[in-house]
């Protein structure tokens, strides 16, 4: 029998996937506390005490789609290489553009100009950077990336590239073909950072 903590993982899983349908399906904008509690079969109720309010959902939805985006990274080591595993792995995961992060994209997106969004991508990005410095920096320490390397300015690039082709392959997914891009720009950011 599933312990309270399984009970609860669960159920914030499933609200979770069904916040995420609702927006590829029409946008944060029709995303509502009843909606997603009917999508996942539970009450609003349910979604507002697991969450609290919309903002709480969409924190939560924004934490585990990019907390999970690319898998494996939190096992190596800060440097050079976890920052190409990084931009290898984010590509990858956009050849499938599941519903997961085709939900991030298109929140990310809305976070420009929707005020109830901005803080969580913007408190979200902020993270993805300080992560590429903490590598740009590690990279430095070790001797595998160049020591002039800015890694303020290297973060915010990636950080701008990766999202740029994430929505790319969301507005035209024939036309972007992230498999193929992931060789050239893991290629392209380890000939810009190595040591010259």
């Known amino acids: 029998m599933p312990t ?30 009843a909606k997603v509690g009917e999508r996942a079969g539970y009450s609003r109720g349910i979604v ?29 080591p800060p440097g050079l290489e976890r920052l190409l595993a990084l931009v290898d792995g984010y590509l990858h995961a956009l050849t499938g553009l599941g519903t997961a992060n085709r939900a991030f994209l298109l929140l990310w997106a809305e976070a ?4 109830e969004l901005a803080a969580t991508f913007r408190e979200r990005d902020r993270g993805f950077r300080a992560d590429l410095r903490q590598d740009v920096e590690a990279g430095v320490a070790a001797g595998e990336v160049r020591a002039d390397a800015d890694p303020d300015a290297v973060a915010v690039a990636v950080v701008g590239q990766l999202r740029g082709i994430g929505m790319q392959r969301l507005l035209d997914p024939e036309g972007v073909d992230t498999e193929r891009l992931r060789a050239q720009v893991t290629a392209q950011w380890r000939r810009a950072l190595q040591p010259g």
């Open 48 to 76: 507002t005490h697991q969450f609290g309010s919309k903002q709480g959902l969409v924190d939560a939805l924004a934490r585990a789609i990019q907390g999970g985006f690319v898998p494996g990274l939190t096992e190596m």
């Open 112 to 115: 420009a100009t929707a005020s």
């Open 4 to 33: 309270q903590q399984e009970r609860r993982e669960r159920t914030e899983a499933a609200l979770v996937a069904a916040a995420a349908e609702l927006v590829v399906e029409s946008g944060v904008r029709a995303l509502t506390l």
